[in-house]
């Protein structure tokens, strides 16, 4: 890479924001963010002009990251868990008597945000599995007081949805084998009957999303009769279902709904990038103005009750993340602020879609980031693998793109089979398919980038956490011939005990583990094979692990395990210990201490650049 180009420093790429998430309160007078203070990001107010600004919360420790406000204009709502364990408890902040509530204090329960209307601003509906670690029941969270009301017993759901009465209406029931079944009642004293039953390859798909105004339809989005996800509305007296909208390869991605008739005003859909589809004429002007008045790909994050101001976000691939206020009257932005706007003074890289045909003739969508100021030819290149595997890469501006490519590194991201976005036919190739054909997809998309000249094969990192974790560690094991490293972020390595040791909430969707993966009790052989410890004596490459200790998810075992078997037989490796995170790092001096070790560890191995 050119030594022209300035690096980047690790701490403005992956430090706290200057200002990020903000959110207008009901009466379009004030705003809350989230902004450091004293070096944790916290929860700020000011007037809608950042005017007056203060923090109103006092975290001294993770950080809070999510905040917005209730419908009554006096309370500021966050979550927070302890030290990664996801555990999240509902915190209100009343911005009138500066108090900070933890409203669900309860020990080893994870809290849900069920619903918030403007029709009961005083009230949260909120779930909780107090009584069933597997199940949430809904509760009444009345906000002045704090006083929590059962109004709902779970009889097996893992999703709710209240109607505009604040009465839960439909759920979603797991099938023994793998499926999902909205269910739905027309009181809170009737009998739950069945909406629609979605088999095994529905499944991931499907999910109720919101009710009509009068409580009489409901809106699904579903691939049931079809290959991606549709939004579609369901007649629940006459029994009529009407498709709203669809695109024939990109899911359903983002349904907006107007804040007071409920009716649907446009729905989104990311394909190689985010497009929105307007779907009401009050909306058309509005956003066809937003799309143009800024480069970048633009999302609505929220807005007052009178509808009248919206807070909309600009997403770029090489710049910090822009937010404005729009006033729909005056078909005007009022610019608030860059997330990071220290990137401004650097030269950042480009994001650009590829396509790559994999050997059986599938064909994958990803991105290409190439480092700034050189020619991509013959370049050291960083496979970087998404987590889920039921979640997709996408368009804009991505940190850790950004931190490969400036030290030098080609970028590769592919949606390999088994992500999600691109319909149910390219997420159900990957049914059992961990370690086989979705980790060809990975190599056939470094040999692509190696055809086109565009990669050194001799300097091949493979780099991801959660589901990337798990593929880094296939590739050191499986086919260590194809890399020179591997960083693994919480990543699985025994697939057996990944399944035993779900979460207690999960635990209802086991059925759809063992289709997707592999059933531990029937097949251990299978899943063995398929899991690197299986394999740890023929890792040949240096590989770095780092590891939550509190992950609920990939817990501390899966990555102590593989390092102890390196270890037993003297493999080259490092392993970094998170005592106070979970999966994945949210304070920054622990994102500082991973992202400078696996820095360095790359520059050792592929050769670029390294902030000193």
Known sequence: MSTDVPLVPREILFGNPERTGPSLSPDGRRLAWLAPDEGVLNVWLGDVDLGDARAVTNDRDRGIRTV???????????IQDEGGDENW???AVDVEQGTDRDLTPFEDVQARVVALDKRFPEHVLVGLNRDNPELHDVYSLHLPSGELEQVFENPGFIDVVADPDFRVRAGVVPTESGGMSILVRDDEDDEWRTLLDAPHEDALGTGPLAFSRDGRHLLVVSPLDANASRLVRYDLTGGEVEVVAEDPSYDVADVHLHPDTREVLWVSFLRERIRHRALDEAVVDDLAFLEEAERGDVSVLGQDHDDTTWVVAYVRDDG??????YDRAQRGLSFLFEDRPELGAYELARMDPIRVTARDGLELQGYLTAPVGVEPRQLPTVLVVHGGPWARDAWGYDPEA??????????????????AGYGKDFLNAGDREWGASMHDDLLDTVQWAVDAGYTDPQRVGIYGGSYGGYAALVGATLTPEWFACAVDLVGPSNLKTLIESVPEYWKPLIAQFHNRVGNPETEPEFLWERS?????DQVSIPVLIAQG???????????????AALRERAIDHEYL??????????????RMRFYAATETFLARHLGGREER
Do not use: C, M, T
Request: net charge neutral; no cysteine; charged share 25%.
């Open 549 to 563: 200790a509190n992950d609920p998810r990939v817990k501390q075992a899966e990555s102590e395990q593989f390092v």
């Open 89 to 91: 408890r509902l915190h």
């Open 532 to 536: 690197p410890l299986s394999r740890a």
């Open 320 to 325: 910090p993340v822009r937010y404005h206020l």
């Open 577 to 590: 210990l998170f005592e106070d995170e979970g999966h994945g790092f949210a304070k920054p001096e622990n």
């Open 402 to 419: 950004q931190w490969l490519a400036n030290r030098g590194y080609l970028v590769l991201q592919i949606n390999f089979r088994g992500s």
């Open 68 to 78: 917005e406000w209730a419908h009554d204009g006096r309370h500021l709502l966050y």
